[in-house]
């Protein structure tokens, strides 16, 4: 069973800290990842929640590997996100106050997965030509890339 299924078995809909970790990943012409997540149809940065017994770095390069197929190598750390701005109410009613790490990766490997389950499309964009249709609670980092906030950032 995983982490939030069991936790969410015991509270119910009551706001829980969770904990989600992802990646910017940029190519050799220093492109940023994006993916076109299924769940909101908005463009965001590749991750998701942690499980038990992961490491946030092993979080990133999970969530990233499952919705892009890459497989990430160095990271290091761009920022930390957390407050009430980060506070979320899922559709299905679920509460929970978000912890945001973001790594920076430009060491990968494999071949990116256009489409799968949690992806719409994955693509890599000019950080000056990113597309209009940002995810909601990606807003706020990739506002930070692009003004090249020196990282890390702690927001």
Known sequence: ?????????????????????????????????????????????????????????????????????????DMELFGIYSGPHKHKVFGNGDKAAIVEICFSCRSYEGKLVKQNEESLNNRFFDLDDLPDDIFQDHLQVIKDVKNKRVSPVVG
């Open 1 to 73: 069973m995983d982490y939030i299924r069991h936790l969410r078995s015991m509270v119910g809909h009551e706001k829980v800290l969770m904990v989600v970790a992802g990646a910017l990943v940029f190519n050799e012409k220093n492109q940023l990842l994006l993916q076109l997540r299924t769940d909101s149809e908005g463009w965001g940065v590749p991750g998701g929640f942690m499980e038990l017994e992961e490491s946030v770095q092993e979080t990133a390069r999970r969530e990233v590997f499952e919705e892009t197929g890459l497989t990430l190598n």
